[in-house]
Nanobody
Framework: QVQLVESGGGLVQPGGSLRLSCAASGSIFSFSTMNWYCQAPGKQRELVAGITAGGSTNYADSVKGRFTISRDDAKNMVYLQMNSLKPEDTAVYYC?????????????WGQGTQVTVSS
C-alpha cells in the first residue's frame, strides 16, 4: 500500500518562505516521477513542479525562480522549497507519485497540506 504524507504547510506572510515535505512509503519511489500540485478554492488542481527519477525538473511559469523541487531517494522524500510567497500561492498542496512503464501506470496522492499566504 502506497502512502504519501505531506507536511510543512502553514500560514506565512507575503514574501516569506515555506518548505513542504512529502514522505513516501510502499512505492517504487526511486523510479517514480514526483510532483507537487496545488488546488485553490474554486479552482482546478494544477501542477506546480515535478522531478523525474533522473532528476530533471519542471515548474509552472507562476513559480519559476521562486520554488525549488528536490528529492532524496535514500529517504524516500520529496521537497518543495517555496520562497517569495505571494497571496495567490494560497492553496492546498498535494504530493503525487507517478510511474509509467509500458501499459502499467501507477498514480498516488497524498492528503494535502494547506499553505496560506496572508498578512
Amino acid at each position: 500500500q502506497v502512502q504519501l504524507v505531506e507536511s510543512g504547510g502553514g500560514l506565512v506572510q507575503p514574501g516569506g518562505s515555506l518548505r513542504l515535505s512529502c514522505a513516501a512509503s510502499g512505492s517504487i519511489f526511486s523510479f517514480s516521477t514526483m510532483n507537487w500540485y496545488c488546488q485553490a478554492p474554486g479552482k482546478q488542481r494544477e501542477l506546480v513542479a515535478g522531478i523525474t527519477a533522473g532528476g530533471s525538473t519542471n515548474y509552472a511559469d507562476s513559480v519559476k525562480g521562486r520554488f525549488t523541487i528536490s528529492r532524496d531517494d535514500a529517504k524516500n522524500m520529496v521537497y518543495l522549497q517555496m520562497n517569495s510567497l505571494k497571496p495567490e500561492d494560497t492553496a492546498v498542496y498535494y504530493c503525487n507519485d507517478y510511474f509509467a512503464l509500458g501499459r502499467y501506470t501507477s498514480d498516488y496522492w497524498g492528503q494535502g497540506t494547506q499553505v496560506t499566504v496572508s498578512s
